[in-house]
Structure formats: C-alpha cells, structure tokens
Nanobody, 118 residues
Framework: QVQLQESGPGLVKPSQTLSLTCSVS??????????WKWIRQSRGKGLEWIVG???????WYTPSLANRVSISRDTSKNQFTLQLRAVTPEDTAVYYC??????????WGQGTQVSVSS
C-alpha cells in the first residue's frame, strides 16, 4: 500500500523558512495519474490546500501563498519537499502530505505539527 510520511521541524521562528519533506513508499511520485500535495489545518480552521506537483513535475500553488511557497522533489528518494518562506504565527498548523487521484485524496500522511513562534 501507499504510505506517506512528513518530516521537518516542529518549531520555526518568524521570518524563517519552513521546510517539510514527504517520503513516499508503495508508489512512485513519477507515476502518471496522481497529484502529490501539501495541505495544512490551522487551529479552528478547515483544511487548506497549499501546493501540488504531478508526475512530470508540473505544479500549482494556492494564490494566497504563491509568493512564499516552493515545491521540489527528489525522484531518486521518492520524496517531495515544501518550502514556505517568511513564516508568521499564522502559518502555525498541522501540515499533511497526501496523494490525489486528480479529484479527491486516497492516501494521507499522519501530519506534522508546525508552530511558528519566537
């Protein structure tokens, strides 16, 4: 089965860059038919899609974060990485990586809590 695992810091200082890596097993991030995504959930808020990347490297960002977000991947390690620059306390959230079969989601990581605080 497909498994996804987020990794990265639990605490980031304001103005710094948050980097989170999603490690995937059971499926290749280069296989056609899926979008690999980062999603987050802030306290008291719903899920917010951040960015997605497809098998050939095409990607899309949510407009509200587009100026601060980067996504990259390492196909040899079957990993993809989120970078969120100039973080503020409003970026505090549980961050998830997930696989989307173009419409919804079929596999999720467990999520990782990220707090932005000085």
């Amino acid at each position: 089965q497909v498994q996804l695992q987020e990794s990265g810091p639990g605490l980031v200082k304001p103005s710094q860059t948050l980097s989170l890596t999603c490690s995937v097993s059971g499926a290749s991030i280069t296989t056609n038919g899926y979008i690999w995504k980062w999603i987050r959930q802030s306290r008291g808020k719903g899920l917010e899609w951040i960015v997605g990347i497809r098998s050939r490297g095409e990607y899309w960002y949510t407009p509200s974060l587009a100026n601060r977000v980067s996504i990259s991947r390492d196909t040899s390690k079957n990993q993809f990485t989120l970078q969120l620059r100039a973080v503020t306390p409003e970026d505090t959230a549980v961050y998830y990586c997930a696989r989307s079969p173009l419409v919804g989601y079929d596999y999720w990581g467990q999520g990782t809590q990220v707090s932005v605080s000085s």
